[in-house]
């Protein structure tokens, strides 16, 4: 009887015989691939902390004060005991974000966030999901940060970032590690809770970007591709009562020049349900003074 393992070795056999050449007397020789390359890792050091941070404006946002769009797909699993980490939905979203330079050279920097669920499992835009434990319909919400309950946080060197909703200044440090893979730059970034935030919650990312752009000083808003995680707890409309556990996302996306950039169906739906958030013109009327 023919298994699996029988017909995987026998495919990758046939694969090789296939990838083959022979010489004058049949021999069969391999045809050379690519040459390989080895993958140079080195540290990218800053020559003050100033210049650390501005560059981490330039990556996470823009030097200049405009509107900085980033698109992102991601999708929430619930982390519970008794159940293996469970799928419950997908989100496409956009977080637009604008940093300002302060006096004291520190930037104040603020932002929205539109999300709308996708099934995980077909990427069609859903309004339902299946609970994790009991099976049950439950009704997922779309998610509008609009900025209204957030005043922004402060970004400054050597101390890090805090939120200004905060009562007294929560300081918390950037968390960064940069280094250069060839001709591409890193960035390692987590986020931990701040005081009053809940304690079951980090961001924690990475950010692929052109060594190019990052040294070109003409380019203030550096383009990227990331990937993170998302830890949190679990959300009202996940029905989860007292059970203990948490909300683990798993996320993807990339800077955006602008929202014109945006895929089609998303941008189509924001325009039509949320169109205020298209844009951080209204939210910048003051900056709040170092």
């Known amino acids: 009887m023919l298994t699996r393992r029988d017909w995987l070795t026998a495919t990758l056999a046939a694969g090789a015989t296939a990838a083959a050449t022979t010489t004058a007397n049949g021999a069969a020789v391999a045809e050379a691939g690519p040459a390989t390359q080895q993958v140079a890792v080195s540290a990218l050091a800053f020559p003050s902390l100033q210049a650390e941070l501005e560059a981490l404006i330039r990556v996470e946002c823009n030097l200049a004060p405009i509107d900085n769009p980033v698109w992102f797909y991601w999708t929430a699993f619930a982390i519970t005991p008794g159940i293996s980490p469970t799928p419950v939905v997908s989100f496409e979203g956009l977080e637009l974000s604008r940093a300002v330079r302060r006096s004291d050279g520190s930037y104040f920097v603020k932002g929205i966030d539109l999300s709308f669920p996708r ?75 701040p005081p009053g935030f809940p304690k079951t919650f980090i961001e924690a990312g990475y950010y692929e970007f052109s060594m190019a752009d990052f040294e070109n000083p003409a380019v203030t808003a550096i383009p990227y591709r990331t990937s993170g995680v998302y830890v949190f707890p679990f959300p009202k409309w996940m029905d989860m009562g007292e059970r203990p556990g948490h909300m683990l996302g798993m996320i993807t996306g990339r800077k955006l020049r602008s929202v014109e950039e945006l895929p089609e169906p998303f941008l189509r739906r924001a325009e039509k349900e949320h169109p205020a958030l298209l844009s951080l013109d209204t939210m910048f009327r003051t900056v709040p003074a170092p």
Not at 161 to 187: D, I, Q, Y
């Open 119 to 193: 099934d995980h499992r077909t990427g069609e835009f859903t309004n339902t999901a299946k609970h994790p434990v009991t099976g049950a319909t439950i009704e997922v919400p779309v998610s509008v940060m609009d900025g209204s309950f957030d005043p922004g946080y402060v970004v400054s060197t050597g101390v890090g970032w805090w939120p200004l909703k905060a009562e007294k200044p929560a300081v918390v440090n950037l968390n960064t590690r940069w280094w250069r893979e060839n001709g591409s730059g890193r960035l390692q970034r987590e986020r931990t809770a």
